[in-house]
């Protein structure tokens, strides 16, 4: 990245957490024309900081079609810092809408659904659907834990959701 881009990415950072939605909405342009997969975590936390719908909606449309290399790991990152925990769906769901591979983070992301809401739940189950291609090993791994919570689940649509979840993972795993 050349210097004056990332000191435009830098001051758009910036920005995006304004109180003047024009300079925030310029600073998504911005960050949507130049930005790479380090532009993720300012997104995040832009959007955990935010309460302007708008502006929400335009962070998530830009992370959900986010195509840069390396944002699969970024958000997998995400998924592990307290401060995005508000917005941690948003950053399972960008997973699947941007198409990216979440393979490499099955087991984290099986993990999230144990211990997360149900709405993280519905997401991780998504993306785990919509995986061309899932590790054997992960798979394997992310199943043995999920066995163990089914039923230990006392919301019954979250516990619905899991059981949809193991079963998916045991036919891609040639269990049924």
């Known amino acids: 990245m050349t210097a004056k881009k990332g000191a435009q990415l830098d001051k758009a950072f910036a920005a995006l957490l304004s109180e003047d939605d024009a300079q925030a909405l310029e600073a998504i342009a911005v960050i949507h024309e130049k930005g790479d997969a380090g532009s993720i975590l300012p997104l995040l936390h832009a959007l955990a900081r935010t309460d302007d719908h708008a502006r929400q909606r335009r962070i998530q449309g830009l992370l959900f079609e986010v195509k840069v290399k390396d944002a699969a790991a970024e958000l997998a990152k995400a998924l592990d810092l307290p401060e995005l925990l508000d917005v941690r769906k948003t950053a399972i769901a960008a997973f699947w809408n941007a198409g990216l591979d979440a393979g490499p983070h099955t087991e984290r992301l099986v993990q999230i659904a144990v211990e997360g809401d149900a ?23 992310a199943l043995s834990k999920l066995k163990k ?3 230990q689940e006392p919301d019954g649509y979250k516990q619905a959701l899991l059981v949809d979840l193991k079963r998916h993972l045991e036919d891609r795993l040639g269990m049924h």
């Open 149 to 151: 919570s089914v039923e």
């Open 119 to 141: 709405e993280e739940t519905f997401e991780v189950l998504t993306v785990i659907e919509n995986q061309e291609i899932l590790p054997e090993r992960a798979a394997r791994k």
